[in-house]
């Protein structure tokens, strides 16, 4: 297995690792992330399908960057996440990666998280001077429309949207 | 005496004719009915050119475009009048004996300048 | 109004009548479709709703010759200003159809991202709900367009046209001022009116 061969070769670098239902996913640390890609590229997974990322506001870190890799020869996927903390850049795979591009892109204009090397990091989805990164939990869904907030009431108010109430 | 009417009055009163109900078309559909009709309502936003709603990115229509365009369209025109000149020159050639050497010496002319553009790589379509 | 009568035989109609029936049988469609509408769309165009009948089959995609706007599907806040220059470059006479309810009120979309309804930056003439409607039911919603195009007047104003145009001169002096995108001054300008109780901005 894949992710056997990545511990042996770079010791400490997985985190965490789980698979669900034939989904494997490995959690790398940010220091190693890097060669861990550079190692499964030379083990096949030469493309990238996608990168998101989750906002999951937790003390230690805020972002979880989320790769998928596929490996082209054995069909194999795999899910890599990368936990950031608030602030703090993502060195860019444009690289390695032709599909990184827009990707990167998407993630730094919906979440706000930086990418360290990329050749153009502008917004994509929306226009150059939004204020605000929409995907962040602490981004109102309404985008704080006064029409929508006073129409419906208090749905998307945060206190309505916290789990404890 | 009978004064001799020409024939193609008729043909005159025609043209005349013709020439205001074209004209008597023309100012209605441009001028009358449009009054009457038309919401006039002339705003700046609809001059401006078409572009899909999207903000303009250059102003006006024009863009760069290869110069061997105009090149070819230069030499057409050039070479073009002077097959218009050996047209009716070669209806009456034999008319002078000097009719050939006038008509020569204007194509020699020419020639220089055929020779010169092919020498300039000007009819050299890629490049 | 001019009466116009040939001879004993013909009946006197007003020219109001005259033009207002050539206008509501020729109606020119400017497809602004984004989404699944235009799908709808499409079928109503082909043969077995035939929406030609109406004298609509000429579809123009350029707002310089067609007459009327039907936005066929979700318009986003960064569409916005797009459908505006759209509408402003269309000459008169012309009407705006939302055909859905994502044109309409923003449909299912309650987001950050999607305009909630077009009404809000540009005038509407008539709604067509359904996600998507039916072609019966945009084509019911033509022909109310037709009726109200009966009831026009050749020599009313049509406020809501100068209203736009006003609206739109306001956009682009914000812009100038406040040296910002079309996109967010459109959308400065939502929030304002949404802001005032009231949400239109033209």
């Given amino acids: 297995m894949v992710i056997e061969r990545i511990e042996a070769q ?31 590229f030379g083990e096949g997974f030469q493309m990238l399908l996608d990168v998101t990322a989750v906002d999951l506001e937790t003390p230690e870190f805020r972002f979880e960057v989320v790769y998928h890799l596929l490996n082209l020869a054995s069909q194999a996927r795999l899910r890599i996440k990368v936990p950031v903390a608030d602030g703090a850049a993502q060195p860019s795979l444009t690289g390695r ?21 990329h050749p153009n990091l502008t917004r ?39 789990l404890n109430a | 005496m009978n004064p001799t009417v020409s024939p193609f009055l008729p043909v005159l009163l025609l043209f005349l004719i013709a020439l205001g109900v074209g004209a008597a078309i023309l100012v209605l559909s441009g001028r009358i009915l449009p009054g009457l009709l038309k919401p006039a309502n002339p705003q700046k936003a609809k001059l401006t050119p078409y572009e899909c709603g999207a903000p ?21 025109i050039l070479f073009d009048v002077e097959a218009a000149f050996l047209i009716p020159w070669a209806v009456q050639y034999k008319a002078h004996l000097w009719t050939f050497w006038a008509m020569l010496s204007f194509v020699a002319t020419l020639v220089v300048g055929y020779v010169y553009a092919w020498g300039k790589g000007a009819l050299d379509w890629e490049r | 109004m001019a009466g116009i009568s040939l001879d004993d035989s013909v009946m006197p109609t ?16 400017l497809p602004f479709g984004t989404a699944c509408c235009a799908i709808e769309f499409m079928s109503m165009m082909a043969s077995r ?15 310089r010759q067609s007459d009327l706007l039907l936005v066929l599907g979700t318009v986003t806040n960064k569409q916005a200003p797009v459908l505006r220059q759209i509408y402003a470059q269309m000459a008169e006479p012309k009407w705006v159809v939302a055909v859905g309810v994502c044109a309409s009120t923003g449909g299912m979309y309650r987001t950050y991202a ?38 026009e007047s050749l020599s009313a104003r049509k406020e809501h046209i100068e209203q736009f145009y006003q609206s739109l001169a306001r956009q682009e002096e914000l812009q100038q001022a406040r040296g910002l995108s079309q996109y967010q001054v459109v959308r400065e300008m939502v929030l304002e009116a949404g802001a005032q109780g009231g949400q239109r901005i033209w």
């Avoid at chain 1, 929508?148 to 009431?153: A, F, L, M, R």
């Avoid at chain 2, 863009?63 to 057409?76: E, S």
């Avoid at chain 3, 709900?129 to 945009?138: I, N």
């Fill in chain 2, 56 to 76: 303009p990115r250059q102003e006006g229509a024009r863009h760069r475009y290869n110069v061997k365009f105009y090149l070819v369209a230069m030499l057409f």
């Fill in chain 3, 49 to 63: 709703y035939d929406f030609s009948r109406f004298g609509a089959e000429a579809l123009r995609f350029s707002p």
């Fill in chain 3, 114 to 151: 999607t305009l909630q309804g077009i009404d809000r930056v540009v005038p509407v003439d008539v709604y067509v709900p359904g996600c998507p409607p039916r072609p019966e039911g945009m084509i019911f919603g033509v022909m109310e367009l037709q009726k109200q195009i009966t009831r």
């Fill in chain 1, 10 to 40: 770079l010791p400490g670098a997985i985190l965490e690792r789980h698979a669900f239902r034939g989904d494997e996913t490995v959690t790398v640390a940010g220091a190693s992330f890097l060669a861990v890609v550079d190692f499964l």
């Fill in chain 3, 14 to 29: 007003r020219l109001d009548a005259v033009v207002n029936w050539a206008r509501r049988n020729s109606l020119w469609p």
């Fill in chain 1, 97 to 117: 990666f032709k599909s990184a591009d827009w990707a990167e892109r998407e993630v730094f204009d919906l979440f706000g998280i930086p990418f360290d090397g």
């Fill in chain 1, 124 to 162: 994509l989805l929306m226009w150059e001077d939004f204020p605000g990164h929409p995907l962040r939990k602490d981004y109102p869904l309404d985008g704080g429309d006064p029409f929508c907030s006073n129409d419906i009431g208090a749905s998307y108010s945060p206190e309505a949207r916290s």
